[in-house]
């Protein structure tokens, strides 16, 4: 059975939390002096401002939430992303059981047959630079015998098949492609959003336990039987498609605000929210990335990816691991960091930023140490940087970039599902802090 995992508790454990609490009460005593003792704030102007509702395809939408009130559609297309993430990152591994949870059973199978007959083949598929564009809802049904919707996937990927005994490439292209996808999720009569992440987040929809299934495909905790789609969504049709270059906040009716507006409104909810300091944070994010992304190593710079982000740049380092590449980026300088929209939407806040930065970006093979992509002499590129929040969550002096859990107030450290070990809080959701969701190439 479930045993709930982490030991803790105990004498020094319960002290050292104690003193992390009066440290925190320490703080939170300081500010509010500091706050009493300073001028008042410059007005922006933007008190009188009020987000409009977000207004998402309702007609599309309404019968799945007239049954599930507590159905979001933005975070139902983040959780279909991470869905799409996790299939294509099991097809790489050639691991059928990773995908598991997320497929319905006659759908796992047919896909489970692929991926064998490469594993016999000995084909490794490769998706190179994987990115997900934009997502949107396509159809929705409501029907007796379940509820099912389509979501259309844009995405970029150098697809291609490499022998996995010696590397040589086999099929496909190198090269970046645009390409679509249309998914279908299912679900059974009665079942609701789950609350607590469900599967995508590595959680059992049913018991909330670390999410691991049974050679049955049921929960090796509860028993739930995952891919039944009673518990949560499940994929019962992955159809290939074209790029169609859909935006997700336009499908999901989602504000979107130039800076001085979006930053203002922020403002105007989070009082204490300071653009100058959230540039240093971004900055900061910038730098420790980029850092992690040479080493390949992306531990320092998890607690402030979102799980979606993280996924994606794991994959990408797993890559240049088993290709025996470094990507060096020597003399990196940012240049600037200056804001370029504000979304707003139903569950969370996006600020997207323009980074403009100069290096030498090249790849070197670390077996033979040459140069074998790029160029050594420093280049400019400018990229998108999107980093999300919950909506109402007030900006406090406990970032995640400090490793500093933003729930607890205790030193961060990540369980393996990414969330903090003390408190059990998802820090990467974006529900307390700002996380960095999506980069995006500014150029192309
Ligand atoms: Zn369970
Ligand atoms: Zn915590």
């Not at 190179?128 to 029907?143: F, P």
């Amino acid at each position: 059975g479930f045993t709930g995992g982490g030991v803790g508790g105990g004498v020094i454990d319960g002290f050292g939390f104690f003193c992390v609490l009066l440290l925190i009460v320490g703080v939170l005593f300081f500010h509010s002096f500091m706050r009493r003792n300073t001028a008042a704030l410059p007005t922006t102007g933007a008190q009188d401002f009020r987000w409009t509702t977000p207004r998402y395809d309702s007609a599309l939408l309404q019968p799945i939430l007239a049954s599930d009130p507590g159905f979001v559609p933005e975070t139902f297309l983040q959780k279909a992303q991470m869905a799409f993430l996790l299939v294509q990152r099991a097809y790489q591994d050639r691991n059928v059981h990773a995908a598991r949870a997320f497929l319905a059973a006659p759908v796992w199978n047919s896909w489970s047959e692929q991926v064998n007959y490469l594993l016999e083949q000995h084909q490794r598929p490769i998706l190179e630079n994987l990115n997900v564009r934009g997502l949107a809802v396509t159809e929705a049904r409501a029907e007796e015998s379940g509820q099912s919707v389509t979501v259309h996937l844009d995405y970029v990927a150098a697809v291609h098949f490499n022998d996995d005994r010696d590397g040589r490439l086999i099929s496909g292209s190198e090269e970046d492609a645009r390409l679509g996808e249309d998914w279908t999720f299912w679900r059974a009569p009665g079942t609701v959003t789950v609350q607590g992440g469900g599967a995508t987040a590595s959680k059992c929809p049913n018991c909330g336990g670390l999410l691991k299934l049974n050679d049955d495909g049921k929960c090796d905790y509860c028993g739930a039987e995952i891919q039944s789609g009673s518990y949560d969504w499940v994929v019962t049709n992955m159809q290939r498609s074209s790029f169609q270059g859909v935006s997700t906040a336009q499908g999901l009716g989602l504000d979107e605000l130039d800076p001085e507006r979006g930053l203002a409104a922020i403002q105007a909810t989070d009082p204490a929210f300071d653009f100058e300091q959230f540039r240093g944070r971004g900055q900061q994010a910038f730098y420790s990335l980029q850092e992690a992304w040479q080493a390949r190593d992306l531990s320092s710079s998890r607690p402030f990816m979102s799980p979606g982000l993280y996924l994606g740049w794991s994959s990408q380092v797993q890559q240049l691991i088993e290709l025996h590449k470094i990507n060096k980026l020597d003399d990196l300088r940012l240049e600037e960091l200056i804001p370029i929209k504000v979304t707003h939407g139903q569950a969370f806040d996006d600020i997207t930023v323009r980074v403009t930065a100069t290096c030498a970006d090249y790849e070197v093979d670390e077996r033979t140490g040459k140069v074998i992509f790029g160029s050594q002499s420093p280049s400019r590129f400018s990229e998108f940087w999107t980093f999300q929040r919950g909506r109402g969550v007030q900006t406090t002096s406990r970032s995640l970039q400090d490793r500093v859990c933003p729930n607890c107030g205790a030193p961060l450290e990540l369980n393996q599902v990414g969330e903090c070990r003390y408190c059990r809080a998802a820090v990467t959701s974006g529900r307390f802090d700002w996380v960095l969701s999506r980069i995006e190439d500014a150029d192309s």
